[in-house]
């Protein structure tokens, strides 16, 4: 019931395009939404995050939509970039007793080709 | 400008060699997490800490130990480290309920 299932594993997106990232959860109690890109060598970093009252929300390139009833979101990047190129991974949270807790999709290797 | 800053970045012990890995944050945030992400993998959550009180994940191995100081330091000691230890291990914070920031990560290589 914890998981949080990505995909895909792996994306190749020309130079331009829209990169879609897909997430699905079963936990109803998760409360918050980020999305972590990671490159390689580095720790993840926080790229953006919804609450479960919005539908989405957009920062910049990146955008989160978020369908409740269906326990799904996902990650647009419009205008794909060689610089995007990384892994990223959605994860869910819920309020565990005194702290947060994240758990993580298994992650989708983007690559961003010229 | 750092704000979660972990030492040291690569880490190599020899098998059953205890090993102590470092996490300092300059955020001041009441919790602070360790993470094993293993290669091509999620990060897994190994324990945490809010304050001083300690929270391990049920299957955290033994092996694994964690401790805080104070607010702005926490260790994670591998007692008897293993060739399926040899990980990239993550320290993060959080002030804000979800929002974690994550340090650069130590890779620790068991030979």
């Known amino acids: 019931q914890q998981q949080v299932k990505q995909s895909p594993q792996s994306l190749i997106v020309q130079k331009g395009g829209i990169s879609i990232i897909n997430c699905a959860y079963e936990n109803t109690a998760f409360d918050y939404f980020p999305w972590y890109q990671q490159f390689p060598g580095k720790g993840p970093a926080l790229l953006i995050a919804?609450?479960?009252?919005?539908s989405e929300k957009k920062e910049g390139r990146f955008t989160i939509s978020f369908n409740k009833s269906a326990k799904q979101f996902s990650l647009h990047i419009m205008d794909s970039q060689p610089g995007d190129s990384a892994t990223y991974f959605c994860a869910a949270s819920s309020r565990g007793g005194t702290a947060s807790k994240l758990t993580f999709g298994t992650g989708t290797r983007l690559q961003v080709t010229l | 400008d750092a704000m979660v800053i972990q030492n040291p970045r690569y880490q190599v012990t020899q098998f059953g060699k205890p090993v102590t890995l470092s996490c300092s944050q300059t955020l001041n945030h009441n919790v602070m997490y360790w993470y094993q992400q293993k290669s091509s993998q999620a990060p897994k959550l190994l324990f945490h800490y809010y304050d001083k009180d300690f929270n391990n994940e049920a299957d955290t191995p033994d092996n694994f130990q964690s401790r805080r100081p104070n607010t702005s330091f926490c260790f994670l000691d591998i007692r008897s480290p293993g060739l399926g230890d040899a990980a990239m291990y993550l320290c993060?914070?959080?002030?804000?309920?979800?929002?974690?920031?994550f340090g650069s990560g130590t890779q620790l290589s068991v030979l």
């Open positions: 993060a914070t959080s002030g804000t309920v979800g929002k974690l920031f």
């Open positions: 919804i609450r479960p009252d919005v």
